[in-house]
């Protein structure tokens, strides 16, 4: 059963750059047919897709975040990654990555990692 | 960008009620409609893909309709696990937008 892990700072300061990765267990990225995902979600807010990666590097950004946004692939360690640059308070969520199936259905979602701005 | 609409914003029921919850797109999304359902501190959960694709593992008590830009996701008899926050969202064109969320409350 695939399983999704996110891990990186909880706390990054403004202007700075958010990192986040998202382990894949249970299967492997490599295998294809799968788009991996990044969501987030403001507090008590609703939620936003951010960007997926293909596990050929192919990626698609919201084009809201697109010009700070950078999500990567790591298919030897099966993880995948998103860089976020010069954050703001407004960038204070939890982020959430998962696995789409045709594109952005999302079936298999990580717990979730609260990441939150401030100096 | 496609909004989604969904309403109500917060609906109060009891046990064993049947519950509808509304979603609108603001143009044609086809097919490329999902509901999650989420619950606090927890990931969404993906409960119906493609307007009424039962997800694995999700009790038939749930059930989705719809076409075009109206779609709805219906509870047949509510149960006490199933008070939680329902989004619906569109996976035609990115950006991939969810509706705002439907909070259910137990009344």
């Known amino acids: 059963q695939v399983q999704l892990q996110e891990s990186g700072p909880g706390l990054v300061k403004p202007s700075q750059t958010l990192s986040l990765t998202c382990t894949v267990s249970?299967?492997?990225?490599?295998?294809?047919?799968?788009?991996w995902n990044w969501v987030r979600q403001h507090p008590g807010k609703g939620l936003e897709w951010i960007g997926y990666i293909y596990h050929s590097g192919g990626t698609y950004y919201n084009p809201s975040l697109e010009s700070r946004l950078n999500i990567s692939v790591d298919t030897s360690k099966n993880q995948f990654s998103l860089k976020l640059s010069s954050v703001t308070a407004a960038d204070t969520a939890v982020y959430y990555c998962?696995?789409?199936?045709?594109?952005?259905?999302?079936?298999?979602w990580g717990q979730g990692t609260t990441v939150t701005v401030s100096s | 960008d496609i909004q989604m609409t969904q309403s109500p914003s917060s609906l109060s029921a009891s046990v064993r009620d049947r519950v509808t919850i509304t979603c609108r797109a603001s143009q044609s999304i086809r097919s490329y409609l999902n509901w999650y359902q989420q619950k606090p501190g927890k990931a969404p959960k993906l409960l119906i893909y493609?307007?009424?694709n039962l997800q694995s593992g999700v009790p038939s008590r749930f059930s989705g309709s719809g076409s075009g830009t109206d779609f709805t996701l219906t509870i047949s008899s509510l149960q006490p696990e199933d008070f939680a926050t329902y989004y619906c969202q569109q996976s035609y064109s990115a950006p991939y937008t969810f509706g705002q969320g439907t909070n259910l409350e137990i009344k």
């Open positions: 249970g299967g492997s990225i490599s295998s294809g047919g799968y788009y």
């Open positions: 998962a696995r789409g199936t045709s594109v952005a259905r999302m079936d298999v």
């Open positions: 493609a307007i009424s």
